[in-house]
Nanobody
């Protein structure tokens, strides 16, 4: 089990960029598949992107071409670079980890969750 912590949320205008970070403290993310989920008010939590231990990535259609997930095991950190942000990207973003292989991007597949970081896209 690992404790994950998100950071990097904030308020930005449409079209701007933001980078979220997910670290483990304590613990190491190197042996974990990691995913980003988000939850907007009144909506269910949805998967955004995931990355395997080896760096294979997956994105939902709504963020393809705009978001990039990456990992730096030396820094024990997974990043979500978000470009061309839209108001509909507004949500609390959560980092989640699962030991071992990369599972489907489903919240029920991940057992280690952070507390979330708020991303607000508004003019």
């Amino acid at each position: 089990q690992v404790t994950v912590v998100e950071s990097g949320g904030g308020l930005v205008q449409p079209g701007e960029s933001l980078t979220l970070s997910c670290t483990a403290s304590p613990g190491s993310l190197a042996h974990y598949a990691v995913a980003w989920f988000r939850q907007a008010p009144g909506k269910e939590r949805e998967g955004v992107s995931s990355i395997s231990r080896g760096g294979n990535t997956y994105y939902v259609d709504s963020v393809k071409g705009r978001f990039t997930i990456s990992r730096d095991n030396a820094k024990n950190t997974v990043y979500l670079q978000m470009n061309s942000l839209k108001p509909e990207d507004t949500a609390v973003y959560y980092c989640a980890a699962r030991y071992g292989y990369l599972p489907p991007l489903n919240p029920h597949e991940y057992g280690d969750w952070g507390q979330g970081t708020q991303v607000t896209v508004s003019s």
